[in-house]
């Protein structure tokens, strides 16, 4: 059973009341031990879903993500007014445009801060993402008149580590935590909003329940993320079982810890070396082995591809993904969603053909 989960709501009000600040952060990748070190809360800003999405279509091209469109009308209806700052990554174009479009031209009175993230791996990209952790450290130095020590970094830093260590820990161990794939994702998407300190606890409290392995046909996700969160009951109704996942909010921010003693240095290669993504610029050939590898492990029969409708970096893979994972065995579908549209009933119909497929 699925261990009761604080709401974002409550967890503000606590942050608040100890006189933390709270930073609304879009996706992907960023550091939350940065953000820590300075008593800053992230609250990840993935839409939200349900918003009327019109404030933000009047400066967005109707090809923008609904991700996009919806944190723009979200801010823009006051739902990010508890937020102390903004940090945008440049995951793709429509959150750099993003990004532009608040910092020139909307202005929100809440300080806009864009975070540069390279593409692919090595040593420039290291030492460029810890050049601009550097700098985004300065910059939070500015804005709460904070300077936190090397050592207040890298404790920030290990209580994030030791939170991605249980988030992995409760992965490896997802077959017999007895959580349907509903709740099973609400625990991993706590990730987005609660303190490390928090979703340690609550992951601890979880791991303590061990069930049988549940039966099921087994299944990889892959997309950005599951919403409508209906697509996971869907599958539960369906006798999927989801047993590994490439989602760009979950599985592949399973971050493992750093190695370097130096602290910006240090929350780059967390991100840099985690599992590979297309918004990272990750090549293709890494992504095919890590699927395969990944399906193999788990023994899943096929992948869903569940894609944010428009989202550029994830489309553009999919046709030679797909390719490649076939010759290899591995059967697939692809279903776009707008986030703010309720699941159609045309997608649970192809869900349901796909599952009876990889059954038969
Ligand atoms: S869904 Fe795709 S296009 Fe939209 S913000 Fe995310 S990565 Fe960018």
């Known amino acids: ?27 992907i990748h960023y550091s939350r031990a940065l953000l820590r070190a300075f008593s800053i809360y992230p609250l990840e800003v993935w839409g939200p879903p349900k918003v009327d999405d019109n404030l933000g279509g009047a400066h967005l091209q109707t090809y923008v993500c609904s991700i996009v469109h919806n944190a723009l009308s979200f ?38 801060i864009p975070l540069y993230l390279p593409r692919d791996k090595g040593e420039e990209s290291l030492s460029f993402l810890a050049a601009e952790f550097h700098s985004l450290f300065t910059r939070l130095s500015q804005l709460t ?30 077959q017999t935590t007895g959580l349907s794939n509903l709740d099973f994702y609400r625990l991993v998407r706590s990730r987005e909003y609660l303190p490390a300190e928090s979703f340690s606890k609550l992951i601890t409290a979880q791991l303590q329940t061990v069930t049988e392995p549940q039966p099921g046909i087994p299944i990889i996700l892959s997309g950005i993320l599951p919403e ?58 890494e992504r095919i082995k890590y699927l395969d590898e990944m399906a193999q492990s788990s023994g899943a029969k096929g992948v869903i591809f569940y894609e944010v409708k428009f989202c550029e970096p994830e489309l553009f893979d999919l046709p030679s993904l797909r390719e490649a994972l076939k010759e290899l065995g591995l059967s697939s579908i692809t279903i776009e969603i707008d986030i703010n549209n309720p699941l159609p009933h045309q997608v649970a119909t192809r869900i349901a053909a796909f599952l009876e497929m990889l059954d038969n």
Do not use: W
Not at 1 to 23: F, N, Q, S, W, Y
Not at 145 to 171: F, M, Q, T, V
């Open 1 to 27: 059973m699925l261990k009761p989960i604080p709401t974002r709501r409550e967890i503000i009000k606590e942050i608040k009341d100890e006189g933390g600040l709270v930073a609304a952060v879009l996706p």
């Open 75 to 112: 801010l823009k209806t006051g739902g990010l007014d508890d937020a102390d700052l903004i940090m945008v990554p440049h995951t793709c174009d429509s959150l750099q445009g993003l990004g532009s479009l608040l910092i020139d031209l909307i202005k929100p009175e809440t300080a806009v």
């Open 145 to 174: 008149g904070k300077k936190p020590s090397r050592d207040d970094l890298l404790n920030a830093i290990c209580r994030e580590e030791e939170s991605d260590l249980l988030l992995d820990k409760l992965y490896r161990n997802r």
């Open 228 to 285: 409508p969160m209906a697509v996971l009951s869907t599958i539960d109704n369906m006798n999927g079982l989801v047993v590994a996942d490439d989602l760009a909010g979950c599985g592949r921010r399973r971050y493992a810890p750093g190695k370097s003693p130096e602290p910006f240095r240090r929350m780059a290669e967390r991100i840099l070396y985690a599992p590979p993504d297309p918004t990272r610029g990750n090549s293709l050939a």
